[in-house]
């Protein structure tokens, strides 16, 4: 069944257009709904970015769940990790986080996690599809049966203590000026804080949210300001997160990025060696670098490839009983700490290991070198990759390539993009290919 509402990563999309307070109220009341079994009351917790619809989103939620008997459990702005944390924590039936993750402030969305604390599967996806088309009127509480909303003011201090916890009780920071950017996002407070707790001489960067600047030139897609403020201050490292928090990327002492696929190498050979594995090996995406399976394989660890998007890696990790897995993009997801991309506990992780092998940062997280890949978006509608034209250029692309590299091109299942990845060991004939499948990919959008 095709999906009207759900991408890949929830409910996504422009603020007060497509995610409307209509929208919002209606799918409280859905999945407040499928979530509200049993007797007692029933609690949903809700968090959110800092965006400025938050707000208007947050209390269409909160209406949309009490009206059906649930009671919300506000956090405020706090990462998503946070949320399927206490969403576990609070014994709540089910969790909410209001963001649009990496995107800008005009676009906003709703991710749903379970009791476990894990992203909703898609048959639970589709079940709130259908009551989001239907009318709910005769499935609204009673009067004396309507929920109850209260703030949990501690919900940030609760959040920090367990990611410090993630860390051996004897290992501190001590020692390394890190420059954190919080993207003006959800980890604004909590980041720098659990740092400087540890012992960690924090210099700080996106801290101060307005309501609109969240991503703006800052955060994990945008690591200019991070490498430029690690050189300036000669940091021992960066990092830097996504608005919501859930994915992290980091810069060493030179200002170079360290990006997914070479923060999962380090935790993997840092757990393989201390026996930490739960299987020799970790999950990646397909578009990890062909670099990180290499290097796997000459640790005598595996890689196991899926779709892009987490929700795929942790599918995975959990049927095949992996504890690291995560994206290129760095979602990391270590599943002895949680159930979902967690970039704050995934550079503490590294840091971790930084202080284990008492060398610098350049020295610990490069442990491979990846191979010349290219990434491009082309703003594009995904029945583009339809076009003749664009079967053709990409179906030339891969008889060229004659196996001595990787292509994929898909569409994006967050925003109106077709993303187009090449990689192989020779880079000016990657860069052709790639660049051949983009123009006829915006030939067609502009045709269209």
Request: net charge negative.
């Amino acid at each position: 069944m095709s999906r009207k509402y759900f991408g890949t990563d929830g409910i996504r999309g422009r603020a007060n257009e497509k995610i409307t307070p209509e929208l919002a109220l209606k799918i409280g009341q859905a999945a407040g709904l499928i979530f509200h079994n049993g007797e007692g009351r029933h609690r949903v917790v809700i968090g959110k970015d800092t965006r400025l619809s938050g707000y208007m989103i947050e209390y269409a939620l909160v209406a949309g769940f009490t009206s059906i008997g649930m009671d919300p459990l506000l956090v405020g702005p706090i990462p998503t990790p946070a949320v399927a944390m206490l969403t576990r924590s609070l014994r709540a039936d089910i969790g909410v986080m209001i963001s649009a993750s990496h995107n800008s402030y005009e676009d906003n969305g709703i991710k749903l996690f379970g009791p476990d604390g894990h992203k909703l599967s898609d048959d639970i996806e589709l079940e709130i599809e259908k009551l989001l088309d239907s009318d709910l009127t005769r499935k609204l509480a009673g009067s004396n049966d309507l929920g109850r909303a209260r703030r949990i003011d501690d919900a940030q201090a609760r959040y920090i203590e367990f990611a410090k916890r993630t860390l051996p009780r004897h290992l501190t920071l001590e020692g390394l000026r890190i420059v954190i950017d919080c993207a003006n996002g959800a980890a604004y407070k909590v980041a720098p804080e659990a740092l400087w707790e540890l012992g960690a001489e924090v210099i700080q960067i996106g801290v101060e949210p307005n309501g609109f600047n969240i991503n703006n030139n800052v955060g994990s897609t945008h690591p200019g300001a991070l490498r430029a403020k690690v050189r300036e201050l000669r940091a021992d490292v960066g990092i830097a997160l996504d608005g919501d928090a859930d994915r992290v990327i980091m810069v060493d002492e030179n200002g170079q990025v360290i990006d997914g696929d070479q923060l999962m190498a380090v935790v993997a050979s840092s757990w393989a060696q201390q026996g930490l594995l739960s299987k020799p090996g970790l999950v990646a995406t397909i578009m990890s670098n062909l670099g990180l399976e290499r290097h796997m394989s000459s640790l005598g660890l595996t890689l196991e490839r899926t779709a892009v998007g987490d929700r795929y890696v942790i599918e995975r990790m959990r049927q095949a009983g992996y504890n690291v897995g995560g994206e290129q993009s760095g979602h990391v997801i270590l599943s002895d700490y949680s159930t979902t991309g967690d970039g704050l506990v995934t550079a503490m992780q590294v840091l971790a290991e930084v202080k284990r092998q008492n060398r610098r940062v350049s020295e610990v997280c490069h442990c491979f070198e990846p191979l010349p890949q290219i990434l491009r978006n082309v703003r594009a509608q995904k029945r583009a990759l339809e076009k003749d034209t664009v079967v053709s250029a990409i179906k030339d692309a891969h008889e060229k390539l004659n196996g001595n590299g990787r292509l994929i091109v898909r569409a994006s299942g967050t925003e109106p993009v077709i993303r187009v990845m090449g990689e192989g060991d020779d880079p000016d004939l990657v860069e052709t290919l790639v660049s051949q499948i983009c123009h006829a990919l915006k030939e067609t959008a502009e045709a269209a």
